[in-house]
């Protein structure tokens, strides 16, 4: 009875079981050596050749730093996020969403939404997305009230997956014309969310220990999640490259770890 989707899920769970033109200027041939040169012609010369060498050393500017033109899909600066400034701060948050996204294989192959890898998933006291700052100086507390403590912010890993992935799928844009539900990146980021969403309300609201249609939920979300992998540069689930945990803090490099 198993459909591809579903062989592919298994494959899945398996995995977690056991990448110038030189510019020149001839100088125009003298007459001769006591010709006198006309004072306008060397003006004009003079004018061509400051022009020339405007125009080169901005090339050579654009030339020297081609990511800075190239990297938010040729929009303006300062209107939305590069793609390596995204990468950097949404990667490690995304892998880690896909990571314990796939940990939920083994229990959704056998039908149990009653597993803790399942619940955990939706569980909005559970996962940390923004850690609490110190307010103490030097380990010194000066507050009035004496209250120094940091404080977490929580919420489930599926919320703050979403949230990341939208994000991250906004910054890959051809220009700042085009509206985000627009982009490929994000229709295909919303179409896997409305799969999860109907497995979420599964999960939370009547948690089954054998569920066949959350099976089959859970596997058509899984191919939307390989699509919009895809379109973000990162590898497909069944790649074994989600098998580690993955760091949430801001990364210091938009490159794959």
Known sequence: LFTSRTMKLVTTAAFLAVGSHAFSTSPSPSTS??????????????????TIAT??????IVLSKPNSALASGGATAGKYTTIPIAKRRYYGRVQEAVHEFLLMAPAVIKGDMTDPTVQDFFDVTKTVVVEGKKKDINGICTKKDGDCKSTDIFDSRYNDMKTTMYLLGNAF????????DNLPTVKAAKKFFKQMNLFERRVIKNPKQNDEEAKQIYANALDLLDEYLDLVELPPTESGHYDKEFSTLVGETSRIT
């Open 173 to 180: 844009r051809i220009n700042q014309q085009k509206a985000p």
């Open 33 to 50: 050596l006591t010709t006198r040169t006309d004072e306008s012609s060397i003006l004009h010369r003079r004018n061509f050749l400051s």
């Open 55 to 60: 125009t080169a050393t901005a090339a050579a």
